[in-house]
Nanobody
Framework: QVQLVESGGGLVQAGGSLRLSCAASGSIFSINVMGWHRQAPGKQRELVADIISGGSTNYADSVKGRFTISRDNAKNTVYLQMSSLKPEDTAVYYC???????????????WGQGTQVTVSS
């Protein structure tokens, strides 16, 4: 069993910053991709950013230049530094990880429970 626990959400004014963290624990052999997704009310869940184990990153156009994703492979933890926040960044942010639990087993996606980020104008 694998658990992902997010932290760091909250209420911030437009232009402010927040840092999200997500720690994966449990029966983990390796994690390939870790990422952040978000879902605003009435909208579909969308990818915000992801990062592979080697460090390559990918960002949604809407957050490029404002958000930075990073990870600590030794701690199975991924971070999302969010700056210059806008009201349209308001959403529940979910952490996801592509986990292999045994050396030759399949990879499977695991999700966190989500953390609310609210940006006031």
């Amino acid at each position: 069993q694998v658990q992902l626990v997010e932290s760091g959400g909250g209420l911030v004014q437009a232009g402010g910053s927040l840092r999200l963290s997500c720690a994966a624990s449990g029966s983990i052999f390796s994690i390939n991709v870790m990422g952040w997704h978000r879902q605003a009310p009435g909208k579909q869940r969308e990818l915000v950013a992801d990062i592979i184990s080697g460090g390559s990153t990918n960002y949604a156009d809407s957050v490029k230049g404002r958000f930075t994703i990073s990870r600590d492979n030794a701690k199975n933890t991924v971070y999302l530094q969010m700056s210059s926040l806008k009201p349209e960044d308001t959403a529940v942010y979910y952490c996801a990880a592509d986990v292999r639990t045994t050396p030759r087993g399949p990879r499977r996606d695991y999700w966190g429970q989500g953390t609310q980020v609210t940006v006031s104008s």
